[in-house]
């Protein structure tokens, strides 16, 4: 999703980082495909949660095609996202495939060194996971802009 929205708030937040790939200038080109395979045509790794209320087993066995490098399940603040232990639980991965972390920056971090350059990062599961990373990458501008419906490429 990031990769996708161009969020990058003025070239710096996300760049810094580490994720060169994630810049605005590389965003506005086509994103990596994924074959009918399953298999990406460049690393893919995911940080992942969910709100209790969804279909946590229905969601991960979908996202199970998709053969990732590695998987993240992140903590989020809010009391309506699963704990990532309990997210794993619910899921069809074993936990040995998938590694909880105990802050949001560190699975981030965690999942970029996973694709190292030549990959993609995949934040998805819920909009309290999106917006709290955005706010920990420090690119407030650009969740406010996301939210207002704005042009990212305005920030």
């Given at each position: ?5 161009g969020?990058d ?19 506005s080109?086509t ?24 279909d ?21 603040s ?30 981030f ?38 939210f ?8």
């Amino acid at each position: 999703m990031l990769a996708a929205r161009g969020l990058d708030a003025g070239g710096a937040c996300l760049r810094k980082r580490r994720a060169p790939f994630l810049s605005r200038s590389k965003c506005s080109s086509t994103p990596p495909t994924i074959r009918a395979s399953g298999q990406a045509s460049q690393p893919l790794a995911l940080v992942i949660n969910a709100a209790k209320d969804k279909d946590v087993r229905g969601i991960t066995e979908a996202l199970d095609e998709l053969h990732f490098e590695r998987i993240f399940v992140a903590p989020v603040s809010s009391s309506r996202i699963h704990d990532p232990q309990e997210f794993v639980a619910h899921s069809v991965w074993t936990p040995d495939r998938v590694e909880t972390s105990a802050e949001l920056l560190s699975a981030f971090d965690g999942a970029l060194d996973a694709v190292s350059r030549g990959g993609m990062v995949l934040v998805m599961g819920s909009i309290y996971l999106l917006g709290e990373l955005i706010v920990a990458l420090g690119c407030d501008d650009a969740l406010q802009s996301i939210f207002s419906g704005g042009d990212v490429d305005e920030v």
